[in-house]
């Protein structure tokens, strides 16, 4: 991984106010998804599955898909989403959106405290050149640890966020 987006969900691709799952059979869901692509996604929760479904944001999913196809970047996931959660299951739930093939790993839990979950990720990955970090939280210590690297998103991910994130990743010229 030479390019890597450090991705916080709730506030990035989900905008905190959008609820659109509870108005849903979220065990008919399940259940369709299980028929129609596979026993795999009886592992995951039926409330994640709705979330994921109903109440991603199109827009912010698709401008961190096009960052990682022009890009080349790969996504580890520090969104409090890991928590309680495997790998694959996250992988499963990018997969509504096709990201999955982009979800490689999760930063480790250290106490809440992202920035040092950041900073030992990439202590362990040397190969790493080029990150962004998206968080909706500013308490995190993102913006002091990485000024050249964080990316405030305010509600969800926007052009302006995907404009920035294309210059840190170096590859603004093809987007």
């Known amino acids: 991984m030479e390019k890597v987006i450090f991705l916080d969900i709730d506030g990035v691709l989900q905008p905190l106010w959008f609820q659109n799952r509870f108005q849903h059979d979220l065990e008919a869901l399940k259940k369709t998804f299980i028929e129609e692509r596979g026993v795999e996604f009886s ?40 928590e309680g959660r495997t790998l694959k299951e996250m992988q499963l739930l990018f997969s509504l959106h096709n990201l999955d093939v982009y979800l490689k790993d999760f930063t480790e839990y250290l106490d809440g405290k992202r920035d040092l979950e950041i900073q ?13 970090i ?23 991910l926007n052009e302006e966020n995907f404009k920035k994130a294309g210059k840190i990743l170096s590859c603004e010229g093809k987007l």
């Open 43 to 82: 592992i995951v929760d039926k409330y994640d599955l709705g979330a994921v479904n109903f109440d991603w944001y199109e827009e912010s999913v698709s401008y961190l898909k096009k960052l990682c196809e022009i890009c080349g970047a790969d996504i580890v996931l520090s969104s409090m989403w890991r």
């Open 120 to 132: 030992t990720y990439l202590g362990k990955h040397p190969e790493i050149k080029y990150f962004v």
């Open 134 to 156: 998206f968080d909706d939280v500013l308490s995190y210590g993102l913006g002091e640890a990485f000024p050249e690297n964080f990316i405030h998103c305010k509600g969800f």
